[in-house]
């Protein structure tokens, strides 16, 4: 399975990151897929982007609620208390960090990272 990694505000004003758990129920669609799924989120649009091998975001806040789902490639999420994150395909962030001190992304390895960008509608 995916690894689901939650990166959040914490009161000390610092990013932290959690590996979340999603909930999952069976279910079977109108066209007879069946299988697990996790709750619909609302969410308002779907970017695809990619960034080079050595690119690096310096420190930042999410600027909303969103979801990064790796495609390809490998990315590093390193937060504020130090904790630094290892993603590669089929990984995905929430991130939640909108304040604070937020969080690094670098693109590590020798390929560019592919990559899903899907904001959340719902503003919790």
């Given at each position: 399975?995916?690894r689901?990694?939650?990166?959040?505000?914490g009161s000390?004003?610092?990013?932290?990151?959690?590996?979340?758990?999603?909930?999952?129920?069976?279910?079977?669609?109108?066209?007879?897929?069946?299988g697990?799924?996790?709750?619909s989120?609302p969410?308002?649009?779907?970017?695809?982007?990619?960034?080079?091998?050595?690119?690096?975001?310096?420190?930042?806040c999410?600027?909303?609620?969103q979801?990064?789902?790796?495609?390809?490639?490998?990315?590093?999420?390193?937060?504020?208390?130090?904790?630094?994150?290892?993603?590669?395909?089929?990984?995905?962030v929430?991130?939640?960090?909108?304040?604070?001190?937020?969080?690094?992304?670098?693109?590590v390895g020798?390929?560019?990272?592919f990559?899903?960008?899907?904001?959340?509608?719902d503003?919790?």
């Open positions: 399975m995916a689901i990694w939650r990166v959040y505000s000390d004003g610092r990013s932290h990151v959690a590996e979340e758990t999603l909930s999952m129920q069976p279910f079977t669609d109108s066209e007879g897929a069946s697990e799924s996790a709750p989120q969410v308002s649009a779907i970017n695809f982007r990619v960034s080079p091998p050595g690119y690096v975001l310096d420190w930042h999410a600027p909303r609620r979801y990064s789902i790796s495609l390809a490639g490998s990315a590093e999420i390193e937060v504020g208390d130090g904790t630094v994150v290892r993603l590669g395909p089929g990984d995905v929430l991130a939640e960090d909108l304040t604070g001190q937020g969080h690094i992304t670098r693109v020798d390929q560019p990272r990559y899903a960008v899907i904001p959340l509608t503003r919790r």
